[in-house]
């Protein structure tokens, strides 16, 4: 494969190209099947090959992640793309056998759609992937992130050469601009106007600084990216740097993260040993290089000013704006903070020009969008979608819908500092501004469905805890109104809730909106507020019914034994640690609700469902 | 690493001053490098930091206790965490606990003398159908009984005397 | 200059000013907490919150700088409903004890809650329940409970001072104004200026030697200059039924503004004390037996324990109507005045007046100066002596004493 003139854009040895018609078998290395033992699937199929001499032939790829990660360890072979899931290491040995050496695909391993009678053979036949548009993703799954090759291979560094060799750096500014490229942390600002806004400031150093301190529970995109492409990463940060003017660069990681600071590593030492970072890239005079700083456990530190004090060495706390980083960040230059996504967007966005990224999406929010889709949704995992997708197709489409066959009841984005949304926004295509108008927001891409099971107060108060524990403690409204509207939520869930305490929690959100200092405080409310517009029944529910519909919160609930279904067996007694269950032999057993902790192990461990959970109403 | 009553061993932190000699805002991962070395962060160590740098110790106690990463405490080299959800509360944790308190003298938070367990109290690890459960150094243990308990802390930790 | 509106005021300012500097010199108020003049800009209370036009959200006026064509409005009903929360939830973690407060009626915190109209917020929620005055200090008075965590103590240390004794540990609701490691203050480096004790603006950090003795509206402030050394810091005596209860910073001070030091601050307790010399003090062989007896008589001697380096005196006749046994002395209690020169110990000290004083010193002056000429001298100058006193000093010197050798305490 040849690119261009330059000689750090070709191979060292051709071979090395991943593209080739070469056989291969890719195993998923990302955090979620590293913990599946996939490393060990890896080894097995190496061993099984060099059994059949077939090593030589058949290259074992690791690669990041696939998405799915609830399906773990994920082994595809290419090129036909057959999707294994749930592989063992036991299973190598098979799947060379039958498949590299017989040519049949081993059907045990294939995946099973709970819709579909078929086992699913082919990658993109897969309904998780059907309505997917990987572009940030397209390289997780494919290539080995750990060689920096198979990311040249895939048209890698060619747009920081052509950015530092044919353009101008407010050309790449216009053409970012262009594309209507919107922050992917979550805030929707237009990165190519933040990048000139940050070359605009005349003094220098400067600093681009990436912000991977993703901390919403349950979240894990740009975790994955960085685990699967790091160089798109790096490669976006390179070309921002020369945009703006910045010769040093920052990637914050969180520390809960090991194997994404490992790959990053990896990627940075390959790409200095190749010159992409350095002096003088691609001699064209401009050198840069950067640096990994690990975060040390602190939800706040995603707030770009907190962010950039704690890569001071500082404590964490955000400062109110202005100064803006573009005009006075680190150590008090102009520096410029851009999520994972927003970075890793701009190599393709300069290669294939910025119309081309805009015809993805919706006009206002062009590209796609990386969201965690997990919860009560029968496929969960990392998915990649375009702009104007509705949440419809994500849940039901992407995500197979909810399983056990029960009821949708919201979907949850922006993770603690968003929002959820009911069923009647099913249909509200996805993006920045329409969310925000739903009373969501886009956030960086949790996605958590909720289904009938799911007590929303119980959900708010759990987002508002997390709010609250990770709050800095700078700003009287956050150190102060989260306590406050938490100790309201819980006595809610407890049953000690009041009507005014309703319209209490609004007082007190609209007080943490308003006064906060950063984003933390002002959007902490909002998964409370969400719930409270569109479930407003369920708190209701919880006050004057002293009931949780949703048969949750134990402070609300009874369990009860059905003497007609009960068969007198003994088992729940016997597990009943609170001595709560009394009853002879083959007679219907009680429960006493005073001794009763409401552990639920009864509901459990009978076998005839004669035990049920009962609240009020 | 030394046993619990040792005195504190500064010279590891030879290597790591070196490491970040010169750059700036190193104050960070200079501790996470401290407590990678000491499993936690003794007082002696917060104090060599600030002198080293340069910078006030209350300067270096703000940011250390502002992370949830590090801790100021002394940890074991092995930690049981032990779920006190409700479910294994009910289940037995607290009878788990008078175990540990006898055999071990350890109650939650603590770490006993010789400085390799800690046993710490957590709320739902979500393992609740196996209540009651714990984590010792990462591997989930269920279904936990007293005797069952012991023995694997007495197999898999070299405790000086379990009584 | 720049012009902008501020309530509908057209005002020109300075460039560079903050929106709270350019109201404050407009005579427009803005309430602030962790702001303060002399300190460095926080942003962390939130009182100071303005509408500005265009503005996603509210800004607080002492970080953002004012610009060309801004329109501020101070009073906006998000500013001012921001503010009265802030004020609440400030109160939710604070005691209801303004009654028995040393700092009621001189708190910014009350005088606040006052203006705004914040109601006493009743909850049954977490408060913090510090320990009070935990750090032995022996100056400095510590109460957690009633701290707003605004950080204008830790500025102050730092930026003033540079001490770096004060920081907060921990975050969130547990967030807690430490020194040090979570040390006493006088192990974490603490030189007890009190600088801190003068930013709180509420009852936080306190003079410990002024508990209890009396509160803003009972005391009269005495402005003085300080009397340890010639910096000449300005402080306000405060003055309660003629006694001084405790010194207080002075912001206009031209010298200090708000700084002093441990004595300037704290060491005022001599003034009241019995131990201080209101009179010179001769020695007995240079005055006359007239005098000496005379004195001796009304009880007014001190022997000068050389041991102890301190003098054991008698009080003035009226605190010391009945002659008090000497101790140091005991089997010379009472001199008998016929063996002055034999029984009375050789360092006995007679009280008299100034004039009696200064002649013994002048008589000496003369005597040693015709006896063993200028270069018997040597002249130590005091700090604490204005310039124009020095001038003297130098000159009484060199043409009075006829010596050079003269130096001054400071190079000690």
């Known amino acids: ?617 | 690493m030394g046993t619990h009553n040792d005195a504190v061993d500064l010279s590891l932190m030879d290597d790591v001053f070196r490491e970040y000699e010169g750059q700036r805002g190193a104050l960070i991962p200079i501790l996470q490098k401290a407590q990678e070395k000491y499993g936690w962060l003794p007082p002696e160590v917060l104090n060599l930091i600030a002198k080293k740098l340069g910078i006030p110790v209350s300067k270096v106690f703000g940011v250390a206790t502002f992370y949830a990463q590090f801790y100021l405490e002394r940890r074991g080299r092995h930690i049981l965490r032990l779920c006190d959800g409700t479910a294994c509360h009910v289940r037995g944790t607290p009878i788990l606990l008078t175990a540990l308190e006898e055999h071990y003298q350890l109650e939650p938070g603590e770490t006993t003398e010789d400085g390799e367990l800690t046993v710490e109290l957590v709320y739902c690890l979500g393992s609740c159908a196996l209540a009651p459960v714990a984590v010792l150094d990462g591997e989930v243990l269920g279904r936990l009984r007293q005797n069952m308990l012991l023995r694997t802390l007495k197999k898999r930790i070299d405790l000086a005397k379990p009584a | ?412």
């Open chain 3, 1 to 412: 200059m720049i012009n902008l509106t501020i309530n509908g005021e057209s005002i020109t300012a300075p460039e560079g000013a903050t929106i709270l500097e350019v109201a404050r010199m407009a005579g427009i108020e803005i309430p602030t907490l962790c702001h303060h003049p002399d300190l460095s800009n926080v942003g962390a209370c939130r009182m100071c919150v303005v509408s500005v036009q265009g503005a996603r959200a509210l800004q607080t006026a002492c970080t953002t700088p004012a610009a060309d064509g801004m329109v501020v409005d101070t009073m906006s009903e998000d500013a001012v409903e921001t503010r009265k929360f802030v004020l609440e939830m400030l109160l939710t973690d604070h005691p209801n004890e303004c009654m028995t407060c040393e700092v009621n009626g001189d708190c910014e915190l009350q005088d606040l809650v006052y203006d705004y109209g914040v109601k006493w917020p009743e909850h049954n929620g977490q408060r913090h329940q510090w320990e009070i005055n935990p750090d032995p200090n022996p100056f400095i008075f510590i109460d957690r409970n009633k701290c707003i965590l605004c950080s204008r103590c830790i500025r102050a240390c730092n930026e003033i001072q540079n001490r770096d004794v004060w920081n907060f540990a921990y975050r969130g609701f547990q967030t807690k104004l430490v020194a040090g490691a979570d040390q006493f203050m006088l192990d974490a480096g603490c030189e007890s200026c009190g600088q801190c004790v003068a930013y709180c603006p509420v009852g936080a950090l306190y003079d410990k030697m002024s508990i209890g003795l009396g509160r803003v509206n009972q005391i009269t402030k005495v402005r003085t200059t300080c009397s340890y050394c010639g910096v000449g810091c300005n402080f306000d005596l405060n003055v309660r039924d003629g006694r001084i209860i405790r010194v207080t910073s002075a912001a206009d001070a031209p010298v200090n503004g708000m700084a002093l030091c441990v004595k300037g601050r704290y060491g005022y307790d001599y003034v009241h004390h019995p131990d201080r010399l209101t009179r010179p003090l001769v020695r007995a062989k240079w005055l006359g037996r007239e005098a000496v007896e005379e004195r001796i008589a009304a009880g007014e001697w001190a022997i000068f324990d050389e041991a102890k380096q301190r003098l054991t005196h008698r009080r003035p006749p009226n605190d010391a109507q009945t002659p008090i046994p000497n101790t140091q002395y005991p089997n010379t209690q009472y001199p008998n005045t016929q063996d002055l020169n034999t029984q009375l110990p050789p360092d006995t000290f007679i009280a008299t007046d100034w004039d009696t004083a200064l002649d013994v010193v002048a008589n000496k002056f003369a005597e040693t100066k015709k006896k063993f000429g200028g270069d018997a001298f040597a002249l130590l100058a005091s700090a604490k002596c204005t310039n124009e006193e020095n001038f003297i000093f130098n000159k009484f010197t060199r043409q009075m004493l006829a010596t050079h050798s003269i130096d001054h305490c400071a190079r000690l």
């Open chain 1, 1 to 617: 494969m040849s690119v261009h003139a330059s000689p750090s854009l070709t191979f060292e040895s051709p071979e090395q190209g991943p593209d080739s018609q070469r056989r291969c078998v890719a195993v998923c290395m990302g955090t979620g099947c590293s913990s599946s033992e996939s490393a060990l699937v890896r080894e097995r199929l190496r061993e099984a090959l060099v059994e059949q001499g077939l090593d030589a032939e058949v290259e074992v790829r690791r690669t990041g992640c696939f998405g799915f990660c609830e399906q773990g360890p994920i082994t595809v072979v290419y090129p036909e793309e057959v999707f294994y899931t749930r592989v063992k290491p036991r299973d190598a040995q098979k799947i060379v056998e039958e498949h590299i050496v017989g040519g049949r695909p081993v059907e045990k391993l294939l995946y099973k759609d709970p819709l579909r009678e078929q086992p699913v053979q082919k990658w993109h036949e897969i309904g998780f992937y059907g309505k997917q548009k990987r572009i940030l993703l397209g390289n997780c799954g494919v290539i080995d992130p750990e060689n920096i090759d198979h990311y040249i291979a895939k048209a890698g560094y060619q747009a920081l050469e052509k950015c530092l060799t044919q353009l101008e750096p407010t050309d790449v500014i216009e053409e970012v601009t262009k594309s209507g490229l919107r922050g992917r942390g979550g805030g929707g600002f237009p990165t190519g106007v933040k990048w000139g806004l940050a070359r605009k400031t005349p003094r220098w150093p400067k600093y681009v600084i990436c912000n991977a301190d993703e901390g919403d529970p349950g979240a894990f995109m740009d975790r994955s990216l960085l685990e699967g492409d790091p160089h798109s990463v790096i490669e976006g940060m390179i070309i921002a740097a020369y945009a703006i003017g910045a010769e040093y660069g920052y990637i914050y990681v969180r520390a809960e993260y090991p194997l994404a600071v490992r790959r990053l590593r990896i990627a940075l030492e390959q790409a200095r040993e190749r010159g992409f970072l350095g002096e003088n890239i691609f001699n064209s005079g401009f050198s840069f290089d950067l640096q990994i700083k690990e975060g040390a456990g602190a939800f706040v530190c995603g707030e770009e000013t907190a962010l950039m004090n704690s890569i001071m060495g500082e404590r964490g706390q955000p400062w109110p704006r202005p100064p803006y980083p573009a005009v006075s960040g680190l150590w008090d230059q102009p520096s410029n903070v851009n999520n994972v996504k927003s970075y890793a967007y701009a190599p393709a966005i300069i290669r294939n020009g910025a119309d081309w990224f805009k015809q993805i999406g919706t006009p206002k929010s062009p590209g796609t969008a990386v969201f965690a889709l997990t919860g009560m949704v029968n496929r969960t995992g990392l998915i990649e979608v375009p702009m104007g997708i509705t949440l419809r197709e994500i849940i039901f489409d992407i995500g197979g819908g909810i399983p056990h066959g029960k009821q949708f009841k919201a979907v949850q984005t922006g993770g603690p500092l968003g929002g959820c949304l009911p069923e009647e926004y099913l249909d509200v295509p996805i993006d920045f501004d329409s969310l925000q108008a739903a009373g969501s927001v886009m956030g960086s891409g949790g996605m958590v469905i909720a289904d009938e099971s799911t007590c929303m107060v119980e959900f708010a108060r759990f987002f508002l805890k997390f709010a609250c524990e990770e709050s800095c403690g700078k700003c009287p409204p956050c150190r102060i109104g989260s306590l406050r509207m938490l100790e309201i939520l819980t006595r809610i869930t407890e049953g000690e809730g009041r009507l005014e305490d309703l319209d209490e929690l609004k007082r007190l959100s609209k007080g943490l909106q308003r006064g906060s200092l950063c984003g933390l405080g002002q959007l902490a409310p909002s998964p409370v507020l969400s719930v409270l517009r569109h479930f407003e029944d369920e708190f209701r529910a919880h006050i004057v019914d002293k009931a949780c519909p949703a048969r949750k919160c134990k402070a609300l609930i009874t369990y009860e034994v059905v003497a007609e279904l009960c068969t007198g067996c003994m088992v729940c007694g016997r597990n009943c640690a609170a001595n709560a269950i009394t009853g002879e032999k083959l007679q219907p057993h009680v429960i006493d609700p005073e001794l009763c902790e409401r552990c639920g192990l009864c509901y459990e461990v009978c076998n005839f469902d004669a035990i049920v959970i009962k609240s009020p109403r």
